[in-house]
């Protein structure tokens, strides 16, 4: 899998918007950028995902920059519940079944 | 009904013991993952099995070995164990959609060994 960067931390206020980057300068043109968010003493949950278009769901906006060697997740207005890691991760389709977790960055959310 | 289902949650063993975990999907998903998160909140891949074939079988100790009955099974055995093997378990299952691969995780085995 291409590598990808994040900051190991950050931090907000709730209600206000949070933007989560990261940077994969090394994407290929196949590899789709999955986040995965993981809530304390839980296993990983899906957020979001795209391939060169930004996208929109129910949990968060994901926009990927034109040259697709960076992206921000978006939470539109955090809460208490959305502290949590944050994983950005390349997936290739079709190459494989797994995703290789990095560190994430690690989202304290504070009222 | 929860979608992917681990037994154990919480498992407390001696050394050298054998210990298995248990884990289920009701998702019609046709591959099924073990993950191992370590005291560091690293999260590695262990083994991938893809319609009860194995396809991903990371640097794991032979000690471990995964069993999958049916698509719907994927259980880990763990022979002779060890304190470096205290860690939590994440099982996993997927199927392989248009737009990649997403992937539900079950909430975790906590097994220390002592």
């Known amino acids: 899998d291409a590598k990808t960067t994040q900051p190991n931390s950050m931090e907000s206020n709730e209600e206000e918007p949070v933007h989560l980057p990261c940077n994969h300068s090394t994407i290929s043109g196949t590899d789709y950028i999955h986040w995965y968010r993981q809530l304390p003493s839980q296993g990983p949950e899906y957020v979001i995902h795209g391939l060169t278009s930004n996208v929109n769901n129910r949990m968060a906006s994901l926009a990927i920059a034109e040259d697709r060697k960076s992206s921000t997740l978006i939470l539109h207005r955090a809460t208490l519940r959305d502290a949590a890691v944050y994983y950005c991760?390349?997936?290739?389709?079709?190459?494989?079944?797994?995703?290789?977790f990095g560190k994430g960055t690690s989202l304290l959310v504070t009222p | 009904d929860t979608a992917v289902s681990q037994t154990p949650k919480y498992l407390v063993t001696q050394m050298g013991n054998d210990k298995s975990i248990k884990c289920e999907q009701n998702?019609?998903?046709?591959?099924m993952y073990w993950y191992k998160q370590d005291s560091k909140k690293f999260l590695k891949i262990m083994f991938s099995y893809n319609n009860k074939e194995l396809i991903i079988n990371e640097t794991v100790p032979n000690r471990f070995s995964p069993k999958s009955p049916d698509k719907a099974h994927l259980n880990l055995h763990i022979n002779s164990l060890e304190l470096g093997d205290s860690a939590v378990y994440f099982c996993?299952?997927?199927?392989?959609?248009?737009?990649?691969?997403?992937?539900?995780f079950g909430e975790g085995s906590w097994l220390t060994v002592v």
């Open positions: 996993a299952s997927s199927t392989r959609s248009s737009s990649g691969n997403t992937i539900y």
């Open positions: 998702l019609g998903h046709d591959t």
């Open positions: 991760i390349l997936r290739d389709y079709g190459s494989g079944y797994a995703l290789n």
